[in-house]
């Protein structure tokens, strides 16, 4: 498997997935709400890295939610279709981070973009709150691995109807 990304070395790429035959509507393909459900299951195997999981949670009462995600549909996939996805982080803060991916059929053809904006949220509140410092030196190594990546032309785009002239 691998994608046509330039600097796709540089890209963290998700343990394999499958599209499953009850995530199929009645047009034959994926339905929309599962590319969102593919691409949060790969983040989760990125989360470690940072130093999120259940473990983080049970320890301070932390974790994430995300409060945007715009998904791009750009090719259909189908039951047994075999994907994974790439992802970029684009920017972060002390309480927020910035994350774009791809989601890449097995046979090299993009399949999706999204791109979410995610909150840490202390769960006491709940509240929107700083990150401890050791997730954000891990925000900081891999946002700095990936210092070569473009800004993906996909992201920062809006919906809208574009009228003529």
């Known amino acids: 498997m691998t994608n046509s990304t330039p600097h ?7 343990k394999p997935m499958t599209v499953r035959p009850e995530w199929i509507d009645y047009n034959g393909h994926l339905n929309m709400a599962y590319y969102s459900v593919l691409m949060d299951t790969s983040v989760d195997d990125l989360y470690p890295q940072f130093g999120f999981g259940l473990d ?16 791009c549909y750009v090719r259909e996939l189908h039951e ?8 970029q982080l684009l920017d972060f803060d ?11 059929h097995a046979d090299g053809w993009l399949a999706a973009t999204g791109e979410g904006l995610t909150l840490h949220v202390d769960q006491a509140g709940p509240r929107v709150a700083p990150m401890p410092d050791h997730i954000i030196a891990n925000l900081r190594k891999f946002h ?19 009228r003529k002239g």
């Open 8 to 14: 796709s070395d540089l890209l963290f790429r998700s």
């Open 56 to 71: 983080y949670l049970k320890s301070t009462g932390c974790t994430t939610y995300v409060a945007e995600f715009h998904i």
């Open 80 to 87: 047994g279709d075999q994907v994974y996805s790439t992802v």
């Open 94 to 104: 002390e309480k927020r981070f910035h994350l774009y991916q791809e989601l890449w």
């Open 144 to 162: 700095t691995a990936q210092s070569a990546l473009p800004w993906p032309d996909r992201a920062g785009r809006k919906i809208g109807i574009r």
